[in-house]
């Protein structure tokens, strides 16, 4: 006769044994997740309901100083008025503008410099690499106090430069008044603005490419250089066939930053600026548009579609650059 597998002995001490009680964590046993608490308390209130009150705010219309029940659904009318309006449309051209003009160049001369710190400035590299670098870190009001003063229409080093060259100069006789306007249009011309914040973002940025470049440059082995070497390459050569393909997921990196950091550029143009955007708003970002929109016109629920709209935009970006230096098979 056959056994079921009620009668096996397994079933009977299963069926005889007492319902299994959660176990209580013990007082210590708590430690860890108190420890590790912090940052996620101040992730949840600083980073998470930001985001998503930023989320909800843009579906709103809201002047902060009518309170929470001052708000009132809108649904996509921001975006719609956002997409529409001039002075963001021509605040996003500025900033594609001053990201292409800064950013570019930024690695077309990072990556040579890099190179050529690692191969030929070996007892002395960390010095240059250190200066280089040293802008990165250097207060933003103070490099944009000293771009000020070097571009100032009347006492400016770079006016002076211009106007000692003569009618050969772009300014004539003139000196150019770079950020505000002038009673003479002509001096006043709003396309300085743009060259004036693009020369202080390349400048400033440069010497951290520069850092990330020669960082990734020294995990390339030796050995591919000498084997190149012994087969006859030139330097030339090396650095087209074997120091660029090997960059190319330091390139994706760093050219990400870049596109993040540009398309969200915001303090300098500010500062240099005063926050007018300089002459005609050829200046003003669509950060500095996003930050006036809410604090200064008080319209907080436009500008949190501004902000979505922008996370978009670099999302998009993002995508692109990650296809474009996507590994081939």
């Not at 902060?64 to 309006?85: A, C, H, R």
């Not at 211009?162 to 003139?174: D, E, K, P, Q, Y």
């Not at 709003?190 to 400048?203: G, N």
């Not at 951290?208 to 082995?221: F, H």
Request: aromatic share 18%.
């Amino acid at each position: 006769m056959s056994v079921t597998s009620s009668d096996s002995p397994a079933a009977s001490e299963l069926a005889a044994s007492p319902p299994r009680r959660r176990r209580k964590l013990q007082a210590w046993e708590w430690a860890p997740y108190v420890f590790i608490s912090p940052f996620f308390i101040l992730f949840l209130v600083f980073g998470l309901f930001p985001l998503l009150f930023s989320m909800w705010l843009a579906f709103q219309t809201w002047d902060p100083s009518t309170g929470l029940q001052g708000m009132e659904w809108v649904g996509i009318e921001n975006f719609k008025f956002v997409l529409e309006d001039d002075w963001f449309q021509k605040s996003l051209y500025n900033t594609f503008w001053i990201a292409i003009v800064s950013g570019l160049p930024q690695h077309l001369v990072a990556i040579p410099l890099a190179y050529f710190a690692h191969t030929y400035l070996r007892k002395h590299r960390n010095a240059v690499v250190g200066v280089y670098f040293l802008p990165f870190i250097t207060s933003t009001v103070a490099i944009a106090l000293v771009w000020n003063s070097l571009f100032s229409r009347d006492f400016g080093v770079i006016n002076m430069a211009l106007t000692s060259i003569g009618n050969f100069s772009i300014a004539g006789l003139h000196p150019l008044a770079w950020l505000f306007p002038t009673t003479n249009v002509d001096w006043a011309q709003p396309q300085y603005t743009k060259w004036m914040i693009s020369s202080l973002v390349f400048w400033r940025y440069v010497g951290w490419n520069t850092v990330l470049y020669l960082s990734a440059l020294q995990t390339i082995p030796r050995d591919l250089y000498e084997a190149a070497t012994i087969d006859g390459a030139s330097s030339r050569q090396q650095f087209w066939h074997i120091t660029v393909p090997l960059l190319r997921p330091m390139m994706f990196f760093a050219v990400t930053l870049t596109i993040i950091g540009n398309l969200q550029l915001f303090e300098e143009p500010f500062i240099i600026t005063g926050g007018t955007g300089g002459i005609n708003q050829a200046g003003k970002t669509a950060a500095m548009h996003m930050y006036n929109t809410a604090f200064v016109d008080s319209d907080f629920g436009t500008a949190s579609a501004v902000a979505w709209i922008l996370f978009v935009i670099i999302g998009l970006m993002t995508w692109a650059n990650n296809k474009f230096f996507a590994q081939k098979d």
